[in-house]
């Protein structure tokens, strides 16, 4: 296969253009999976403080009676 240092110089130029589309491409799904990520993280963060508050606060008449219970219902 006979091939001119033009032919290759074209092609390379193609690929160079094709590569620059995929990296558009990978850029923008990239960016819209970070942001997604960083929503994520938020609620999971706003999630654990709300597990937190409800934990630290007074038990409640059925947790304390059940905590009271526990050595009975272990056999």
Avoid: Q
Wanted: hydrophobic content about 40%; glycine content about 6%.
């Amino acid at each position: 296969m006979d091939t001119s240092l033009i032919e290759v110089l074209n092609r390379l130029g193609e690929i160079e253009r094709e590569l620059s589309e995929i990296k558009l491409r990978l850029g923008a799904v990239l960016a819209v999976n970070h942001e997604e990520v960083e929503g994520a993280v938020r609620d999971f963060l706003a999630m654990g403080e709300e597990v937190s508050r409800r934990w630290a606060e007074a038990p409640s008449v059925l947790d304390e009676f059940r905590k009271s219970r526990r050595h009975e219902s272990r056999f």
